[in-house]
């Protein structure tokens, strides 16, 4: 299974990027998928989580400005991330999980900078 995420770039405070990931090669049904991130200098943290069914889960520091959603059909998870904070400056995961075969699999990451 493949994950490729797209989307990232240099975005001003305050402002918008939509971030995609299409996982591809899976013979399975994809179950929960999500978005992580992390700063130079830090660990991984969680961004967001959806299942299958469309229940999502929110870091606290980005409630109410990135909003998760997905695709079954085309096996795609975005990110659209609004009212941007020098802060959310990160590589940004997506991950997706294959309840058949307990497996985890990683994007490569995708680079989002919010800076004036």
């Known amino acids: 299974v493949q994950l490729q995420a797209s989307g990232g770039g240099l975005v001003q405070p305050r402002g918008s990027l939509r971030l995609s990931c299409a996982a591809s090669g899976s013979k399975f049904n994809i179950g929960t998928m999500g978005w992580y991130r992390q700063a130079p200098g830090k660990q991984r943290e969680l961004v967001a989580t959806i299942t299958r069914g469309g229940s999502t889960n929110y870091a606290d520091s980005v409630k109410g400005r990135l909003t998760i959603s997905r695709d079954n059909a085309k096996n795609t998870v975005y990110l659209q991330m609004n009212s941007l904070k020098p802060e959310d400056t990160a590589v940004y995961y997506c991950?997706?999980?294959?309840?058949?075969?307990?497996?985890?699999?990683w994007g490569q990451g995708t680079q989002v900078t919010v800076s004036s």
């Open positions: 991950n997706a999980n294959i309840p058949s075969t307990r497996a985890l699999y």
